[in-house]
């Protein structure tokens, strides 16, 4: 079966290269990175290493040609030189970019060809309004993700803002004397103290002055199944960002001293693809207390630079001390986890907002219910859906969402076991009661075979299903469970 995807992927390279001959950059570029997903899932299956080899070295001269071509697209520019031949093109070796010798470059690029599928291409449809009650939690990364991109100029320093050409102003004190050289370059002049304090009101296309920054590392805990990941789900959708999903296993590898270099090509990728967006899913996999006893070597190492690379995004002034990089001011890191106890203080204290998620509270599960229902055909009013959200007091987001899909189940077991139908006026047959006018005595499989099958619908939704299933469904977060989280909010965290 593997063959498969080899051919798919050969047949991929094809259209790529077509593509790139004729100067269609943008649709050479997905075609080359639709190419390398089928390449890679191949090489898991592949046994022969001859045959291996030559489809990584294949893969790293596809996989550099895409990084051309995404380059100069993101620059704007028309697309990379290629002489008239992106094959040949996609053979030429870049240099290294530091002194590590093509060896380390080779190895930087394959590293960065699996971290490449953590990249969420298409967003995931979850809107800010989809997300039931957390309204402060929504706030805070709103003015993380979405204020700093729309509106630069609120913010010191530009984060989210495009980098000038021209020189930014800046001020400088010498002796006892204010000198100020402008965003022109004119000359130093004195400056009364009216004078300084004009100088302190920003202007529209000056740099504002000022420390206020947009927050850089939010850590979102509770209880499992309040909505952790979803509420990332909405910043993918929401963020004119690049959006990188994480877990353990992406950035855990057999091989010594690869899992640091993971970590550090995940931030270095993202950097380059700023404003990006950093998720880590249950980042205590990852960075748990230092010091235990079953803690190896290599998850040490996987913690330091995780700390070396956070402390880099998320304080942006030891660019001064020659540390650090314009763009990480353009780098969140937002990650979530269910054991917030469980996390290292080192990596606790990285995170600038540490936000709890805490279980919906009666207006949120009121929502979840209409939500998770949709448009599916029901007769519940306004007061059965506040009555339900009063039945599932304790209930995480989770636990309502497998309610609903078990009550939407209930619908089809009453047409199979139903054994009178009616028929409708547009030609559909209902199950109903054995007194109901116009009932007739029959069963979903007789009507299937007089070749009804498609005729057959089930009746709506009503509020003795959710009943039904609420009778046997209990909540899966106990009160233990939420004491713990409540004491780590009152220690460390804010409420959501």
């Known amino acids: 079966m593997y063959s498969n995807f080899k051919e798919q992927a050969v047949a991929y390279v094809k259209q790529a290269v077509e593509e790139d001959n004729a100067g269609n950059y943008a649709k050479a570029f997905s075609l080359y990175m639709n190419a390398l997903e089928y390449f890679k899932t191949h090489l898991k299956y592949e046994k022969n290493p001859k045959i291996k080899e030559a489809i990584t070295q294949k893969f790293v001269e596809y996989l550099r040609r895409a990084e051309e071509i995404r380059a100069v697209l993101d620059e704007g520019g028309g697309g990379p030189t290629s002489n008239g031949d992106a094959a040949v093109a996609s053979r030429a070796k870049s240099k290294p970019k530091s002194g590590g010798g093509e060896g380390d470059d080779l190895e930087n690029v394959k590293l960065r060809a699996g971290l490449n599928s953590a990249i969420i291409r298409e967003k995931p449809n979850v809107k800010w309004n989809d997300v039931a009650g957390l309204e402060s939690a929504k706030q805070a990364l709103q003015e993380a993700v979405i204020l700093p991109v729309k509106f630069p100029q609120f913010f010191t320093g530009g984060a989210g803002r495009e980098k000038k050409k021209e020189k930014k102003q800046h001020e400088m004190v010498k002796g006892t004397r204010d000198f100020v050289v402008n965003a022109e370059g004119t000359n130093t002049v004195d400056l009364s103290e009216n004078e300084k304090k004009k100088n302190l009101q920003w202007k529209p296309g000056e740099r504002e002055l000022g420390k206020r920054r947009p927050w850089r590392a939010f850590l979102l805990y509770g209880p499992p199944g309040t909505g952790k990941s979803y509420l990332a789900k909405a910043v993918a959708t929401e963020a004119d960002s690049t959006f990188f999903s994480v877990s353990s296993s992406d950035l855990v590898s057999k091989w010594m001293g690869e899992s640091e270099k993971l970590v550090s090509n995940l931030f270095q990728m993202a950097r380059e693809s700023s404003p990006s967006i950093i998720f880590i899913d249950e980042i205590d996999s990852l960075c748990g207390q230092r010091g235990e006893g079953s803690e190896s070597e290599a998850s040490r190492r996987i913690k330091t630079e ?148 498609s005729k057959i619908t089930p009746p709506p939704i009503s509020i003795r299903d959710f009943d039904r299933v609420l009778w046997k469904q209990k909540p899966t977060v106990s009160k233990a469970d939420l004491e713990v989280h409540e004491r780590f909010t009152k220690e460390f965290g804010e409420e959501g």
């Open 306 to 453: 995780l700390l070396v690379q956070m402390q880099a995004v998320g304080h942006n002034d030891d660019r001064v001390l020659g540390v650090g990089h314009d763009d990480d001011k353009k780098v969140l890191v937002l990650a979530a986890t269910n054991t917030p106890y469980s996390l290292d203080q080192a990596i606790r204290r990285r995170f600038d907002k540490r936000i709890y998620i805490p279980l919906p509270d009666l207006k949120a599960r009121q929502h979840m219910f209409k939500v998770h229902l949709g448009d599916t055909p029901h007769n519940l009013t306004e007061s059965d859906f506040e009555q339900l959200a009063r039945k599932t007091e304790g209930f995480s987001g989770s636990d309502i969402s497998v309610c609903v899909n078990e009550v939407l189940f209930e619908p089809v077991r009453k047409t199979q076991d139903a054994e009178f139908f009616i028929k409708t006026s547009d030609g559909l047959w209902v199950p109903c009661g054995p007194r109901q006018p116009g009932a007739i005595q029959t069963n979903m499989t007789e009507l299937a075979a007089k070749g009804l099958a």
